[in-house]
């Protein structure tokens, strides 16, 4: 029986052309290159044998099966990897294994592939010391026993009989996977406008990583996401499985629910959803809400959109958020409760904020195309044809989003409650010629106005409701130390609007507004007060809007209007006469440039925290326009309204300044020094400590004293 001979580091011996040298194992033999064989019955070489004969190694040879090449005094040596030497000495490089022609083949398809042991990828087996090496295991090479059956290679020793499966990496699941993905790019299958998170280069990019690496799991759970977001929901399916075979994670059972749940194959996502949440959470108990959610999902709902809402309640990390992507654009079923299609407008909105819009329609159009019309698509269309400048377009999404959102009674997200507050252009200019009714009660309330014998340079305008009176003293107080430091601004009226105000409140207004008058040279205090149509948050920030028909009608001056919860720097009265004198209006837009073009956002992402309007002649106008407004939107007892204020801020610069804005001087009140500080996190706790008594004692410090009477002369 012939036998080839393996050298210390696995190569066989071969011969070329009259030439001993070491043969990879996995390479093929040729009329020129073959292995050499030794034929045990006459101690023969073939090739070679005319120079070289094989000597049996003592004691060693009553073990395993080793012989030396010698020829005279000279051995063959594979001391170096890559070639052949010739030594005088017999030593461990010199001796070389006999394996059978059978043991080749099996090492030949050991080393040619890579392999997992179970779940755990080890690699590509490498051969020495004439031993077979893979992950954990060591086999002499001679002993090696081998079953074949499809894929799995299962290895034993008569030595040791523990059976080792091995499974050829790449699989041909794996191989027929990536085959179908192929055969679909071939054709076309993956269409651009499908998907609005990736693009037909990011499959060509995974199938690459994983035909230079099958052993990834990243891959192929990338491309399980690609193959879903491409309509291919199945083959998506089948990578996701093949992925969750060898690593075992709960959220690639998350995965597999998802996209069943896009298959519409519900009872299976019920079934991988609850496998899911046993291996993520194995020690939770969800019998309180999970039950009724499977059951809602086994009948067709969509209810695997409310899972994330649920460990939030339960204080629970989510799954992995990456395959949010497969959530939207995603056709929902016609059963779903309005909690369901609440969750997905959400996850809508935030898609669609984390999307270039303005350059990319694919997610609009791909969910116009599954869902139809929705509050929510609308929505966003008119986010994006305000943005791209058409205005009319814009307005009429926003008309049909107000509308489906009421149908459904509905709230957006806090960013997207504007289009309840929006009128159109159109109705914008209606405002002027009929009689807007006084929904809120502002123009009924009575005025304190306070009297000075120069009429003031400036006006700095601030209201709240009574439940917000504690943020006025801090307000008052840091005005007051200001202007004691510089009046360089010239007079300044400081008006307040109280909502509801308790008697308390109007007694401490009264008392700073009469010490005004008596002790102070350029600082008056003006406040009115009266009952607001409902006690509400969407009401109060509109409130400093809403009182300025009154002031611009008894102070014709430029008009700053700020939030209650600020404060003023110490250098105001130069920073407001920098403004005076440099801006003909200021705002907070920090999304638009500096030639009043709008870049992102909606068209109320208008800060509201400061305004400066600097033109007195127009302010009637501009003041008119936005009571109106406000007093249109409005409905009392309704908690949709929350930008009402910037929406009306939002259209009066639409109207009024836009279309002269070259011609104006418009100061970015985001950039520069605050005029008005906002305080955050803590700091804004502090500033609460500021009382009304603070602001009293502050008073009665600053009242200047009376002289003492001096004595009679004859005293």
Not at 65 to 79: D, E, I, K, M, T
Not at 346 to 372: H, S, V
């Amino acid at each position: 029986m012939a036998f080839y001979l393996l050298s210390f580091h696995g190569a066989l011996v071969g011969f070329t052309g009259q030439r001993l040298h070491p043969l990879c194992p996995t390479m093929g033999t040729s009329r020129t290159t073959a292995p050499v064989a030794l034929d045990m019955q006459h101690n023969t070489l073939t090739p070679g044998g005319a120079f070289v004969r094989a000597q049996p190694l003592g004691t060693a040879a009553h073990t395993r099966p080793l012989v030396a090449l010698r020829a005279g005094n000279a051995y063959l040596s594979s001391r170096s990897p890559t070639q052949f030497d010739v030594v005088p000495l017999c030593a461990t490089w010199e001796h070389f294994l006999l394996i059978s022609p059978e043991s080749a083949d099996l090492l030949r398809t050991l080393l040619r592939s890579t392999w997992h042991d179970g779940q755990t990828f080890v690699g590509q087996p490498t051969c020495t010391g004439h031993e077979l090496r893979l992950g954990p295991h060591t086999w002499p090479v001679e002993q090696l026993q081998a079953e074949i059956r499809a894929d799995t290679l299962t290895l034993w020793t008569h030595a040791a009989p523990r059976r080792v499966a091995l499974r050829v990496c790449p699989s041909r699941a794996l191989e027929n996977l990536i085959e179908n993905v192929t055969d679909l790019l071939e054709i076309g299958a993956f269409r651009h406008a499908l998907s609005p998170w990736a693009t037909v280069d990011d499959v060509h990019e995974q199938v690459l990583k994983l035909s230079i690496t099958p052993s990834a799991i990243a891959p192929c759970i990338g491309l399980a996401q690609l193959c879903c977001q491409f309509g291919q929901g199945e083959l998506g399916a089948q990578f996701a499985a093949y992925a969750q075979s060898f690593a075992q994670i709960a959220d690639l059972v998350w995965l597999q629910a998802l996209i069943a749940l896009r298959l519409h194959d519900h009872e299976r996502a019920a079934d991988l959803l609850a496998l899911a949440l046993r291996e993520r959470y194995p020690r939770h108990d969800f019998s309180d809400t999970l039950p009724a959610l499977l059951t809602r999902l086994r009948q067709g709902e969509d209810a695997l959109l409310l899972i994330p809402d649920m460990l939030y309640e339960h204080d629970l990390p989510g799954f992995d958020e990456r395959f949010d992507t497969l959530l939207v654009p995603m056709r929902l079923a016609a059963s779903n409760g309005p909690d369901i299609r609440q969750i997905y407008a959400m996850l809508f909105e935030n898609a669609y904020q984390r999307l270039n819009t303005t350059k990319d329609l694919r997610l609009l159009e791909t969910e116009a195309r599954l869902n139809g019309l929705s509050w929510w698509t609308e929505t966003a269309m008119g986010h994006t044809s305000w943005l791209a400048g058409l205005m009319a377009e814009a307005d009429a999404h926003y008309a049909i989003a107000r509308r489906l959102a009421l149908q459904e009674g509905a709230m957006p997200a806090p960013d997207n409650t504007g289009i309840f507050s929006w009128l159109g252009a159109q109705e914008c200019r209606q405002l002027a010629s009929r009689a807007v009714p006084d929904r809120t009660g502002v123009s009924r309330w009575e005025w304190q106005f306070g009297r000075a014998e120069v009429p003031p340079a400036l006006c700095l305008v601030f209201a709240c409701d009574s439940a917000h009176f504690h943020h006025l003293p801090g307000l008052i107080l840091s005005l007051l130390q200001a202007y004691r430091q510089d009046r360089s601004c010239g007079p300044v009226q400081l008006c307040i609007g109280i909502a509801n105000p308790n008697a308390e409140q109007l007694a401490f207004l009264r008392t700073i507004a009469d010490w005004l008058e008596l002790y102070a040279t350029s600082l008056r205090l003006s406040f009115g007060h009266g009952p607001a149509a409902e006690q509400d948050t969407a009401l109060e920030p509109a409130l400093r809007y809403l009182i300025l028909p009154d002031i611009v009608a008894r102070f014709r001056c430029p008009v700053l209007t700020g939030d209650c919860a600020g404060y003023f720097p110490a250098n105001t009265a130069t920073l407001l006469r920098t403004l005076k004198n440099t801006a003909s209006y200021g705002f907070d837009l920090p999304l638009f440039d500096q030639n009043g073009r709008q870049h992102s956002g909606t068209p109320w992402s208008i800060g509201t925290d400061t305004a400066y309007f600097g033109e007195p002649e127009r302010l009637p106008a501009i003041a008119a326009f936005m009571s109106d407004y406000l007093n249109t939107v409005y409905t009392p007892r309704s908690m949709a309204h929350t930008a009402m204020d910037r929406c009306a801020l939002a259209q009066m610069l639409r109207h009024f300044i836009l279309p002269r804005w070259n011609e104006l001087s418009i100061r970015f009140l985001n950039e520069g020094p605050d005029i008005l500080v906002m305080p955050a996190g803590s700091i804004a706790s502090s500033a609460m400590l500021v009382s009304q008594a603070d602001v009293l004692h502050d008073l009665a410090v600053h009242t200047p004293r009376r002289p003492a009477k001096l004595p009679p002369p004859n005293a």
